[in-house]
Structure formats: C-alpha cells, structure tokens
C-alpha cells in the first residue's frame, strides 16, 4: 500500500489561514481519528468545523484548535489520491501541533511529505499538465537542498553533529548484531544471555540519547515553542495592553502555557510568520517586599531565557530611574534581538529615540499609542519588525525551518519507537535478527535527519572490529 | 573458419557456475560446450571442502529450487551435516555440508556427461569472436579452432591470469597447480573490458594420520540430518558422519608469524590483488587484531577416500618453513605433515557494474558472466550466478525476457543486484546481513519464494512441481485452519502454564495462530489442545510454525517490500540520457550514465544518488510517457 504523507502547506505568516494537507489512502482515517464530534457520515468535499484533537475517541483529548475538515475521494483531488485538508488559523504553532496531531495518528503509513512531494503526485498522477514538468523538478531539488541544508545550519549543526555520535554508537552494536548473525562459528560469544543482556544495555544507552535530543530545547525548540518574546518595562508602561493587542492582531491565541506563573503571563501567537511565545513580565521596580522581589527575580530569569526582548516605555514621561533600572537589565542583550516601543505618544512625547539611542545606539524604535486603533498599529508594527529581523537570519524560523524541524522530530520519533522495539525483542527472547531490523530502521532514520545513505558501513565495521573468517 | 551451428551456447570453465550455466542452458534444450582447460577441474574445491553455511546455505536451497543442480550434488556426496545459527530464528538458520570433494566432482562430472545437449569439452580457451555488430559470435581454443556460438558464458574462476604465491615463490598457475588461463586474459584485456585483480587464499592441507586428535575438539554432524534440495526432503539418512576438529594458535604461533611477516607475499608487495576482508590470511589476522591471544582453527577432512585434512581458518602466503614452524606450535598440529602448503592467488576478473542485472554484459551482446569473474567469492555465490546466467543466455536467444530475481525474492537476487548496482572492491560474499527483507529470505521458504519462476524458466521438473504444489496447498491449508480455529480461555491459561508461560494477561478467546504468536508456544506443543490436526511432514510443520510465529515482522516486511515495488515496476531506457535531465545532481547523472540501472528502483540503490534525484527521475519519466504520447 503507498504511503500516506501530510505537511503544512501554506506559505508562512501573512495569511490568517493556514492549511494541513494529507494525500494518500489513509486519509479518511486520519480525518476520523483527529475531527472532534465527528459526523457519523462523511461526505467528499464537503466542509466540517470541528475541533482537531489528537485522538477522538478518547473524550479527554484536548482541543488543538478549530478547523475546516474537508475530504477529497481519488481521483477528484490535488494529488489525485484521497486526501484531507485541515484549515486552521494561521499560526505556525497551531499547525504544527495539527500537522504533530496527523503523524501521531499512525494511521496508512502515514510520515512526512518529502520536499516537493504533493506536486510530484499531482504531475505523476496527471493533474498538472506536461508544461509544468520542469517546473516540479526544480522544486524538488530545491526544497530538498534547503532541508538538508537547514539540518546542517541548524543550531550551528549541533543536531547533525549529535545524530551522528549518536549513529556511531548504534553502529558498533549492528555490527555485533551482524557478527552474532553472520558468524555462528567464530570465536565471538554473542548468543549467550550475558552478550544479549548487554546488547539490551547498550540499545539503552541509545535509546536515551535519542530520546534526551528530542526533549532538549536544541532541537527546533524554536518551532516547537517559538520564539520566546519578553516584553519587560516599568509598571503601567502599557504592557498588558500591548500584550492584547499584539494577541488581537495574531489572530491566534492556541492554549496558556501551563506552568504559568501568577507573576509572568504566556501566550502563544504568530507575527510576521514567526511562532512566538510572548512573555509579559511583572513590572519591575527597585522593591523591599518580598513577593514583589520573587516577581522581579521571575522577571529577570525571563529575560535570561528570551530570545527576544520588547521594551515598552512611557513616552508621555522622561526617562526615570525605574526605566534605567529596566534597561540595566537587558542592555547586555544583543540589540538585534531587541524592540523598543515608546508609548503614550498621545500624551506627548518626553522620550526621544535620541535619548533611547543613548543608551541602545543600533536598536530597532516604534513610536505609537496603545490607544483605540493604534494598538492595532502598533501591533502590526512590531508584526513587521519581527518579521524583518527573523528573516534577517538572527535565527531562521521560516516555514521551511519549522517543517525541517517536524521531519527531524518524526524521524527522532520513530527511531525511538524501533529501539523500543528492540529492546523489548531481545528481552522476551525473540530471536536476534528480528530485533537487529528494528534496530537497524532506527539507524536509518536518524540517517535521514543528516542526509545520510545507507552504505557498507555495518559491513566495515564488522571488519575493522572483528577478526573473522576461514 | 567458424562453424556457426557448431553450439548455440558456450561455456568457459566447469567450475560451480559453469556447472549450473551449462546444465541450465542445456536443460532448456540448447545445443551447449562447456570448456575447460583440465576435466579435473569439475566442480572442484580448490579451498574449503564444504558447501553452505550463513547466508551461503540460502543460495544453495535458492539455486535447488529454481532447478539448479548444487543442492543435489550435495546431498549425494556429503559426509557430515550441521544447521547453523539454530539458537536463533528460523530465518537466518543455516545449512551447511562437508563435502567429500572427490565424489562431490565425480558426480558432477557424471551429471555434465549424461546431459543431453551438452558436450564437455577439455580445451583452452583462448579468445572470444565477435561478430561485425560486436555481438559474440565464437571462442578460440588454444589450438586455434574457432567453435561457433551465439551466447557465451564467461566462467573462468581463479583460473584467468592465475597467480600463485607462496612466500617468495611466484608462480602463474591455477588453483591446486592447474594451470590458468593466461592468454584469455591478454584478450580480454586488449578488448577494453574493465579488468581488475583479485586475490584470495587457501590454506595447508596435511595427513590425517600425522595429527593428534586428543588435543583438538571434536566438532560432529548434527544427529537430524537436513538436506539442501527440496526434491530430497522426505529422505531419511542413515550414515555415518565424519568430525571436524577445532583447535586455537596460541602466542608461540603469533610470535613465529610476526617475526617472518616480512616474508610474506602479502607484506612483500607482489600482490597487486586485493583480497576480502572476510578471508584473511592468518598473518593478516595475527598483525591486524594484536590483542587477540588466540584464534580458532578447525580441521576438516577432505573426503571418504582420501587422507588430507583442510585447515579452515589458517589460509597464508608465509614461506614453506615458516609454515611447518607455525602449524607445528598448534595442537594437534604439532608432527602435522603438511602435503600442500598454504598460497595465495591472485586472478583476473571483470567489473561487475559493466553487467547488466541479467549478467549479459552491457557493450557485448550474448556475453554472460558468471561466478568470482565477476568479483564474487564462493562455490555457492558462483553456482548462483551460473545458473542464472545459464537461464539467461538462453533467454536471449529465445528472445525472451531475462530471469532478474528482486532483493525481496532471493539471496541471488540480493548477490546480483549488490554487483551489478553497487560494484564491489574485494571478493564479494553473501551475508545475511547484506538482504534488507531477511525475514522474507528464509531457506525453508525458498520452495516456496522461486519455484513457481523456476518452472515458468523450464528448469522444474514435472515431479518437483507436483510435489511442490501438494506442500504449499497442505502448509496453506493448516496456516488458514489455524488462523481460524480459537481457543477457550481457560484451556489458553492451563496450557500456557504447563508451557511454563505464565502471563496469560489476556481475556479474550485467541486463536491457535495467535498461540503460536508467542515467544515459548511451539507448533508441536499446541497438538496437546488440538483436536483435529491433519498429518503434516516435519518441513511442512516447520513451515507453518515459521509462517505463524513470525506473521507480525513478515507482514511488516512485506509491507516495506509493496511499498518499494512501485519503483521497481517502473523500467529505465538503456539508452537514457542522463546528462540531459537538468535537475539531476551532478553525481547521480554521472553514476547513472556508468552505471545505467534498468529499473528506477534499481537506480535508487546507486550511491550518490538521492532520494530527490528520484522523485526528479519520475517526474521526467512521466514527462517523457505523455510527450511519447502527444
């Protein structure tokens, strides 16, 4: 049976809508598994509002978010094959949990579109005409260069070099599954317990590095989360204000972030494309009460943590010694990952982008009023400038990044499932070279994340390492 | 002066692969020679007296099936038999055989003569004709007789531009002092074909009555003795098995070694061969692995007949007197006289990635290549590609499609695939671990896996086939009636207790396959709850055990397999030109344009080709099937 492949297919930001597309035989399935209330018949090409969850089934699922279901039988479609078309707001947060929520379902082989993969069915399926031939190719080869290429960029290529480590590792114990297969005769003990219990410890081992790479904040934290925003300024500088409107303005507010302290407020949006966590922090002020000494201390904490930073000023006001204290805080931060917003701007304006340049020379200024429209303006302001500085490649958070980053994760995903696997074989006495398959699609995987082939590396190894033959 | 009805298929060499090529092409009724330059030379053993083991054992059950003739050569002339690897599953155990290596080739030799349509001939060969379209037309025996042909089976072994090595000795010879193919070699070299050289190893061969058996460890047959071919299945044997023994080098051995390595062929720098990793030669195993304190050994007798015992393990190209210097210090070994000493050989043979997957070489029309000229090693490995190149050679001239078994279908089709898609740098043996659908690549199922394509080929008797047909419909008729037959609970738990299973965590009635599912549940014990079991053989239990147990990873395979074949459906044109698909990789379009691959899927096993090259070649197939249309 083919295969059947889902990604987020609407260009990032801009759009209010974005869409999560399935094509394959296990579309209807899928459709069934996350559509919350379902109807108890579903009609082709009919639009449903529903809820996504991730199991609908289970009355505990939680709502992901609202969306329109839509079902296109074969041949009737993009694709031409069955498919599914989920539209949600446009946040590439709550896509990617939708797109997450898919892929989760396990459902007719279900994993990732390979770049270009939904127009190379559409062409190979006939539903895009001969002209358009050279078209695809570029696409494909494009798309791919680009996913490969943000592995290897991302995070400085700490992932790749991790995998890699990683693979190495699960290398050398394929090589002594394969020696324990291959060479009963010799003079290696591999099918005694001890060997297999050993085996089992060092799959462990594996598994655990695999596993710590999904959970740490290194891999596509960013797209997982967002872009972490703070936004700190003297008490009733505007910042909750800005904060709703910022929030009006992304349209999208997908769920509180639990762990959510009385003192710092989460909520996830999207601006400018970019996922973003915003951070409203406790205003701060030079304080001898104790539970406003916590707040300050939360505060600095977020700023610690932030991968952005969003001052707001009071510009009906001069410059106190509050704000100064404000800016002692942060005026460490690279100034590229930095907005100020001077507010108030209707009551006058007391502060000067030349005075705020005083203290941050190179940093990004808006001058606006959080008051009836302006908060809208002011919003779609920051929307822009955001925008503009993630593009700029302080960090890369373009829709490509964030599908890169969910095949990364799915293929994580999967090799600790296989590994599981294998550990599990090998301890209910299932024979070797089953559980060395499991093992072995865990290898290759985590060699699709780096790009890898699978070559005679398990051969060479077996070699380098071990004496055998007649 | 050619003679072109003299045979419509020629053979060079009878060694394992020409066997199978001349008994297949001549069993599909063609008008066949086989050539060779000594009669002695019939399925010879240069090297180990045995056939099968890991990965090896699958071939010969392969070759059997497809109606090959290495399993019942076996079967006849064996003297002791062991199933490997039965502390695993069933899909890697593996059959091997000592083999009497006289009676293994007076019976092959015996088959060759009494096979209609085949003539034996004993003479060099010397040059292969081709016609005015560069099609092969001829050979030339040493005498300068041109025999006609319109196929040709290069077969030519260790023999083609054999050297051997003993120390400082260099001698060109063939294996066990024949002697090689020298000028065949010259020719093939001055037509262009992509030659390189090879090198591989033997070891000493001693009396049996000069070692002493009380130091070594015996090593017997196994007490149910399994044979290789399908057709043999229900035989019970009877005999006498002989033992091998095992023994280990120790310091002194190693010490001796390291201090003549210089002296060694292989360190002295007139091997220009390379030789595979999976062989080495003692003194690459004593100075490569210099933590090992000892390495095993195991003495092997070379036949009913004869006196000479093999020494597996221990293949060398050290000096004559520093070969008695180090077998002496091993046990068992101490007083071994030794008759032949260990040597290396090095040979000619061809780049495999110049074939086609139906082993017809790609410039030349009608040239097949069979065995270790195309870079492999192994009696079983040549045998395989024997038969395979047999069949099609005659599929060329019947005009008939060739025989390309999948990876998914056969070890051979794993084996052929691996030279043909990926090339090899050293003597290429199969392993288990090379087939990605290994639990699909069982021996027990290889009746099942190719005998319907052996008998769509012409190569399975009436007799097989019946016998085949009745297997299958019985194993399928117990798999179903198990998969359907339920169990009560209760009884469940009783018997998994008794079993010694104790965690009977489920609640519903499961059916006996879902029994058999289970890690400790074996078919035979499940008869003690099952009424109405049918009278099953003991291959045909073992298959339907296999079938069950293994049911959840087959399908999983299976699955992965359906998923792939898509590709495979899909056929590249010979003639594609590559360079002209602009969105290929610079890479893929240089490895597809040499290698050529003849199916999409087969291009995806290319290295240095991507899975986006892929997706772009199907984009431009398709573009190119509508324009074809327009």
Request: a negative charge.
């Amino acid at each position: 049976m083919a295969d059947t492949i889902a990604a987020i297919s609407t260009a990032p930001g801009e759009a209010g809508i974005g869409i999560v597309r399935v094509s394959g035989p296990g579309s209807m399935d899928i459709m069934k598994k996350i559509m919350e209330k379902r109807p108890p018949e579903i009609e082709p090409r009919h639009m449903y509002l529903a809820g996504v969850v991730k199991d609908s089934d289970n009355p505990l699922s939680e709502t992901i978010d609202q969306a329109l279901f839509a079902y296109m039988q074969a041949p009737a479609s993009y694709t031409g094959e069955d498919m599914l078309e989920i539209q949600a707001h446009g946040s590439a947060v709550s896509l990617k949990k939708i797109l997450e929520a898919v892929l989760d379902t396990g459902i007719g082989n279900i994993r990732m579109a390979e770049p270009g993969e939904f127009t190379k069915l559409a062409f190979l399926n006939g539903k895009m005409d001969l002209s358009q031939a050279e078209a695809v190719i570029d696409i494909i080869q494009a798309k791919s260069d680009l996913s490969l290429e943000i592995a290897e960029a991302q995070h400085e290529g700490r992932l790749s070099a991790t995998v890699k480590e990683i693979r190495e590792t699960l290398l050398d114990i394929l090589a002594e599954m394969a020696v324990g297969i291959d060479y009963p005769d010799e003079d290696y003990e591999f099918d005694d317990e001890g060997a297999n219990s050993e085996l089992v410890n060092k799959l462990r081992w594996v598994l655990s590095d695999v596993e710590d790479l999904l959970d740490t904040a290194d891999i596509g934290r960013i797209a997982r989360e967002g872009v972490k925003l703070v936004i700190v300024g003297k008490p009733n500088a505007g910042k909750s204000s800005l904060m709703n409107a910022i929030l009006g303005e992304g349209r999208v507010i997908v769920t509180d972030v639990p762990g959510t302290t009385r003192d710092t407020v989460e909520e996830s949006a999207s601006l400018g494309g970019v996922p973003i966590v915003l951070v409203d922090t406790a205003g701060i002020r030079e304080t001898g009460d104790k539970v406003e000494k916590i707040g300050v201390e939360r505060t600095t904490q977020a700023i610690a943590s932030a991968d952005m930073v969003l001052l707001v000023l009071d510009g009906s006001r001069e410059l106190d010694e509050e704000d100064n204290m404000v800016l002692g805080y942060i005026e460490h931060m690279s100034q590229e990952r930095m907005l100020v917003l001077i507010n108030k701007e209707d009551l006058g304006s007391s502060i000067s982008e030349e005075t705020v340049r005083e203290k941050l020379p190179n940093v990004r200024i808006i001058k606006t009023s959080l008051i009836g429209r302006g908060a809208a303006d002011a919003a779609r302001k920051i929307s822009e400038e955001i925008g503009e500085i993630f593009e700029l490649g302080s960090i890369k958070a373009s829709e490509m990044n964030i599908i890169t980053n969910e095949r990364h994760v799915q293929m994580l995903k999967n090799a600790v499932m296989n590994l599981d696997e294998a550990i599990s074989m090998l301890q209910n006495g299932e024979p070797l070279e089953v559980a060395e398959l499991s093992a072995h699609y865990a290898y290759d995987s985590l060699g699709k994340i780096i790009g890898e082939e699978v070559g005679d590396e398990i051969l060479n190894t077996v070699f380098s390492r071990f004496c055998l033959g007649k | 002066m050619i003679d072109k009805k003299a045979f419509e298929i020629v053979v060079i060499g009878a060694g394992h692969a020409g066997c199978e090529a001349g008994l297949a092409a001549a069993r599909l009724g063609m008008k066949t020679a086989v050539f060779c330059t000594n009669l002695e030379s019939v399925a010879m053993m240069p090297c180990n007296p045995s056939i099968g083991g890991t990965g090896k054992g699958h071939l010969v059950r392969e070759v059997d099936a497809l109606g090959g003739e290495m399993g019942i050569n076996i079967d006849k002339t064996f003297i002791q038999s062991k199933m490997l690897n039965t502390s695993k599953g069933p899909a890697v155990h593996s059959l091997r055989a000592q083999a009497d290596k006289h009676r293994y080739h007076d019976e092959m030799l015996k088959t060759l003569k009494n096979q209609e349509n085949l003539d034996l001939i004993e003479a060099e060969i010397i040059d292969v004709l081709t016609d005015d379209e560069g099609a092969v037309c001829g050979v030339v025996t040493a005498e300068g007789t041109e025999i006609g042909c319109k196929a040709l089976i290069i077969c030519t072994g260790t023999f083609l531009a054999g050297r051997i090595f003993i120390g400082e000795e260099v001698k060109e010879s063939g294996p066990d002092g024949l002697s090689p193919a020298t000028t065949l070699a010259e020719r093939l070299r001055a037509k262009g074909f992509p030659m390189r050289r090879f090198k591989t190893g033997t070891p000493a061969r001693m009396t049996a009555e000069s070692l002493n058996y009380e130091a070594m460890k015996e090593q017997t047959g196994d007490e149910r003795i399994v044979p290789f071919s399908f057709l043999n299945e229900d035989k019970e044997y009877e005999m006498d098995q002989i033992s091998c023994w095992l023994s280990y080098t120790n310091e002194d051995t190693h010490r001796i070694i390291m201090d003549n390595i210089e002296k060694s062929a292989m360190y002295s720098g007139n091997i220009v061969g390379v030789g595979p990793r999976y062989c080495p030669s003692i003194e690459d195993k004593v100075s490569r692995f210099r933590d090992r304190k000892r390495h095993q050994l195991f003495v092997e007798p070379e036949g009913l007949d004869t006196n000479l015992m093999y020494i597996q393990g221990m293949s060398s190209s050290l000096p004559r007197d520093v070969q008695k210097d180090f077998y002496s210090t091993i046990p068992g070994l101490e007083n071994a006289e030794i008759v032949k000493p260990a040597y290396a050989i090095e040979y000619d043979c061809i780049d495999p990635l110049s074939l086609k997957p139906s082993l017809e070489n790609k410039e030349v029309p009608g040239l097949f290549c069979a065995g270790q000229f195309n870079g492999s090693s192994g009696y079983e490995e040549a045998a395989s590609q024997g038969l395979i190149a047999g069949i099609n050679a005659v599929c060329k001239l019947k005009g008939k499609s060739p025989l390309v078994l999948r990876r998914d279908q056969a070890y051979i089709g794993v084996l052929i695939d691996d030279l043909v898609t990926k090339g090899t740098n050293e003597p290429y043996r199969i392993m288990t671990s090379r087939a990605e659908y290994r639990l699909l690549l069982r021996q027990d199922n290889a009746d099942r896996r190719l005998t319907e394509i052996g008998r769509e080929y012409g190569l399975v008797t009436d007799e097989r086939y019946e016998r085949y047909c009745k297997k299958k419909d019985k194993v399928d008729a117990e798999v179903k009636r198990l998969r359907n037959k339920r169990v009560d609970i209760s009884t469940f738990r009783a018997f998994l207790e008794r079993c010694g299973e104790l965690q009977a965590e489920t609640a519903s009635n499961q059916t006996f396959a879902e029994m058999l599912a289970r890690p400790g549940v074996s078919y035979d014990a499940l008869a003690e709850i099952d009424d109405e079991r049918p009278e099953l053989g003991l291959n045909e239990k073992i298959e339907v055990e296999v079938i069950l147990k293994y049911d959840g990873y087959i399908k999983k395979q299976i699955n992965e397999v359906e998923k792939l074949q898509n590709l495979e459906n899909k056929r590249l044109n010979e003639g594609l030109d590559y360079n002209s698909i602009s969105g290929l990789r610079l890479e893929a379009r240089q490895k597809l344009s040499e290698i050529r691959p003849r199916t999409v899927g087969q291009a995806s096993r290319i290295s240095g080709v991507s899975p986006a090259d892929i997706n772009v070649l199907l984009v431009y197939l398709e573009k190119m099937r509508r324009e074809e249309k327009e």
